[in-house]
Protein backbone atom coordinates (compact mmCIF):
# COMPACT_ATOMS: atom_id res chain seq x y z
CA UNK A 1 0.00 0.00 0.00
CA UNK A 2 1.23 3.03 -1.21
CA UNK A 3 1.93 5.70 1.39
CA UNK A 4 1.40 9.43 1.13
CA UNK A 5 3.03 12.08 3.03
CA UNK A 6 1.70 16.11 2.25
CA UNK A 7 3.44 19.33 3.51
CA UNK A 8 3.26 23.06 2.24
CA UNK A 9 0.27 23.97 3.97
CA UNK A 10 -0.12 27.04 5.94
CA UNK A 11 -1.96 30.89 6.42
CA UNK A 12 -1.95 33.53 3.76
CA UNK A 13 -3.87 36.27 2.69
CA UNK A 14 -6.36 36.38 0.06
CA UNK A 15 -4.44 36.62 -3.52
CA UNK A 16 -1.61 34.95 -2.24
CA UNK A 17 -0.12 31.58 -3.01
CA UNK A 18 0.99 28.07 -1.36
CA UNK A 19 2.44 25.17 -2.65
CA UNK A 20 1.40 21.72 -1.51
CA UNK A 21 3.61 18.86 -1.57
CA UNK A 22 2.53 15.11 -1.76
CA UNK A 23 5.55 12.37 -1.75
CA UNK A 24 4.88 8.57 -2.34
CA UNK A 25 6.41 6.10 -0.68
CA UNK A 26 7.02 4.22 -3.92
CA UNK A 27 7.44 5.11 -7.07
CA UNK A 28 3.69 5.18 -8.49
CA UNK A 29 4.65 7.20 -11.98
CA UNK A 30 3.68 4.41 -14.55
CA UNK A 31 0.27 3.66 -13.39
CA UNK A 32 -1.66 6.18 -10.42
CA UNK A 33 -3.96 8.44 -10.37
CA UNK A 34 -2.88 11.18 -7.87
CA UNK A 35 -4.84 13.57 -6.05
CA UNK A 36 -6.17 16.33 -4.09
CA UNK A 37 -9.10 16.61 -1.80
CA UNK A 38 -10.32 19.30 0.51
CA UNK A 39 -12.71 19.57 3.10
CA UNK A 40 -13.92 22.58 4.82
CA UNK A 41 -15.30 22.54 8.56
CA UNK A 42 -19.06 21.27 8.24
CA UNK A 43 -18.61 20.15 4.80
CA UNK A 44 -17.96 17.07 2.31
CA UNK A 45 -14.80 16.21 1.33
CA UNK A 46 -14.32 17.78 -2.43
CA UNK A 47 -12.35 17.06 -5.58
CA UNK A 48 -9.80 19.50 -6.38
CA UNK A 49 -7.63 18.30 -8.84
CA UNK A 50 -5.89 15.19 -10.02
CA UNK A 51 -3.34 13.45 -12.47
CA UNK A 52 -2.94 10.50 -14.55
CA UNK A 53 0.49 9.45 -13.59
CA UNK A 54 1.04 7.26 -16.61
CA UNK A 55 0.59 10.19 -19.10
CA UNK A 56 -0.33 12.88 -17.92
CA UNK A 57 -4.36 13.65 -17.62
CA UNK A 58 -5.36 16.07 -15.88
CA UNK A 59 -8.86 17.40 -13.68
CA UNK A 60 -9.75 20.22 -12.34
CA UNK A 61 -12.69 21.72 -10.13
CA UNK A 62 -14.19 24.45 -11.77
CA UNK A 63 -13.64 26.78 -8.41
CA UNK A 64 -10.09 25.91 -9.20
CA UNK A 65 -9.55 25.94 -12.69
CA UNK A 66 -7.31 28.89 -13.71
CA UNK A 67 -5.37 28.97 -10.60
CA UNK A 68 -4.20 25.42 -9.52
CA UNK A 69 -2.20 23.59 -11.15
CA UNK A 70 -0.37 20.19 -10.42
CA UNK A 71 3.02 19.42 -11.12
CA UNK A 72 4.59 15.57 -10.83
CA UNK A 73 7.58 15.38 -10.43
CA UNK A 74 8.68 11.90 -11.42
CA UNK A 75 12.08 11.73 -10.04
CA UNK A 76 11.23 12.88 -6.21
CA UNK A 77 8.15 10.36 -6.19
CA UNK A 78 6.17 13.56 -5.56
CA UNK A 79 3.28 15.74 -6.47
CA UNK A 80 3.04 19.55 -6.03
CA UNK A 81 -0.02 21.52 -5.95
CA UNK A 82 0.27 25.37 -7.01
CA UNK A 83 -2.67 27.89 -5.40
CA UNK A 84 -2.33 30.67 -6.62
CA UNK A 85 -5.01 33.84 -6.22
CA UNK A 86 -6.14 32.03 -3.18
CA UNK A 87 -9.29 33.20 -1.85
CA UNK A 88 -11.18 32.54 1.74
CA UNK A 89 -13.62 30.21 0.41
CA UNK A 90 -10.16 27.86 -0.26
CA UNK A 91 -9.90 27.69 2.92
CA UNK A 92 -9.80 23.77 4.10
CA UNK A 93 -7.51 20.44 5.13
CA UNK A 94 -6.19 19.60 2.20
CA UNK A 95 -5.37 15.80 1.42
CA UNK A 96 -3.56 13.82 -1.03
CA UNK A 97 -4.56 10.64 -2.25
CA UNK A 98 -3.80 8.27 -4.81
CA UNK A 99 -5.15 4.57 -6.23
CA UNK A 100 -4.35 2.66 -9.05
CA UNK A 101 -7.35 1.03 -9.68
CA UNK A 102 -8.81 0.65 -13.60
CA UNK A 103 -11.93 2.22 -13.13
CA UNK A 104 -10.14 4.92 -11.29
CA UNK A 105 -7.13 5.66 -13.52
CA UNK A 106 -9.84 5.08 -16.52
CA UNK A 107 -11.26 8.36 -15.26
CA UNK A 108 -8.74 10.12 -13.82
CA UNK A 109 -7.94 12.70 -16.17
CA UNK A 110 -11.57 13.86 -17.05
CA UNK A 111 -14.75 14.50 -15.70
CA UNK A 112 -15.04 11.70 -13.87
CA UNK A 113 -17.69 11.77 -10.51
CA UNK A 114 -14.65 10.01 -8.48
CA UNK A 115 -14.82 10.80 -4.61
CA UNK A 116 -13.37 9.82 -1.71
CA UNK A 117 -13.88 6.27 -1.44
CA UNK A 118 -12.93 5.16 -5.06
CA UNK A 119 -9.05 6.01 -3.32
CA UNK A 120 -7.55 3.73 -1.63
CA UNK A 121 -4.62 5.90 -0.61
CA UNK A 122 -4.52 9.12 1.86
CA UNK A 123 -2.27 11.21 3.24
CA UNK A 124 -2.86 12.84 7.09
CA UNK A 125 -3.97 16.20 5.57
CA UNK A 126 -2.60 20.17 5.77
CA UNK A 127 -3.97 22.72 6.75
CA UNK A 128 -4.96 25.76 4.49
CA UNK A 129 -5.92 29.06 5.47
CA UNK A 130 -7.08 31.98 3.49
CA UNK A 131 -8.04 35.54 5.49
CA UNK A 132 -9.51 38.54 3.37
Known amino acids: QVQLVESGGGSVQAGGSLRLSCAASEYIYSSYCMGWFRQAPGKEREAVAR????????YYADSVKGRFTLSPDNAKNTLYLQMNSLKPEDTAMYYCAADGGEIVVAGCGGGANLGPADFGAWGQGTQVTVSS
Open 51 to 58: VYTGDGRT
